[in-house]
Structures are given as structure tokens and as C-alpha cells.
Nanobody, 128 residues
Framework: HVQLVESGGGSVQAGGSLRLSCAVSGYIQRYYCMAWFRQTPGKAREGIAAIDSDGRISYAHSVVGRFTISQDNAKNTLYLQMTRLKPEDTAMYYC??????????????????????WGQGTQVTVSS
């Protein structure tokens, strides 16, 4: 079992930056894929960035060039550095984990919100 706890959300003006963290605890397998999702009320959860145990990274088009996903294995922490934030980035942000899978071995698109473990979310609000 894996526990995920996000932090770092808050309110920021457009053009600003935030860094989200996701602390990972529990049994961590050799192979895994971790991702950041976001969701606004009434909309589907959107996958925005993923990283796997082999260091492969993938981004959704909406955040390419503005967001950076990274991981610190020594601290068991996943990060999402968000820059040049826009009002449309306002959402609840979640980290997710799929143990035993990497991006190329998934039988689905990594952006599909069907990961095994989820955090509780952290709110990001961007004002214009």
C-alpha cells in the first residue's frame, strides 16, 4: 500500500510560480509511474505530467514549457514546479501512483485517471 500527501498549493497571481510536493510513503516498488492530475468542478480529472522509475517524463500539451515534474528518491517526494501560471490553471491538484508500471509498459495512456493510489489533493488558485 502507498500513501500520498500533497502540499504546496495556494493562491498566486497570473504569471507567478508555485511548487507542489507529494510525499510518498509505504511500500515502493522498483518500477512505478507517478503523475500529477488536476480537476475543476464539473470537469474530468486531467493528467498533466508523469514520471516513471526509469526517469521517463511526459507532459500534457497544456503545461509543456511551463511545468516541470521531478522526483527526489532520497526523500521519497514527487514535485511539480509550476511557472507562468494562468487563471485556467486553477484547480485541485492530485498526485497519483501506479506501482509496477512504467510509462511504456502501461496498457493505457498515462493521462487516464485510473491510477491505483491517490493523494487528497491541494488547491491551486491563480488570479488574473
Amino acid at each position: 500500500h502507498v500513501q500520498l500527501v500533497e502540499s504546496g498549493g495556494g493562491s498566486v497571481q497570473a504569471g507567478g510560480s508555485l511548487r507542489l510536493s507529494c510525499a510518498v510513503s509505504g511500500y515502493i516498488q522498483r518500477y512505478y509511474c507517478m503523475a500529477w492530475f488536476r480537476q475543476t468542478p464539473g470537469k474530468a480529472r486531467e493528467g498533466i505530467a508523469a514520471i516513471d522509475s526509469d526517469g521517463r517524463i511526459s507532459y500534457a500539451h497544456s503545461v509543456v514549457g511551463r511545468f516541470t515534474i521531478s522526483q527526489d528518491n532520497a526523500k521519497n517526494t514527487l514535485y511539480l514546479q509550476m511557472t507562468r501560471l494562468k487563471p485556467e490553471d486553477t484547480a485541485m491538484y492530485y498526485c497519483a501512483s501506479d506501482p509496477g508500471l512504467t510509462i511504456p509498459t502501461m496498457s493505457r495512456d498515462w493521462r487516464a485517471p485510473v491510477y491505483k493510489f491517490w493523494g487528497q489533493g491541494t488547491q491551486v488558485t491563480v488570479s488574473s
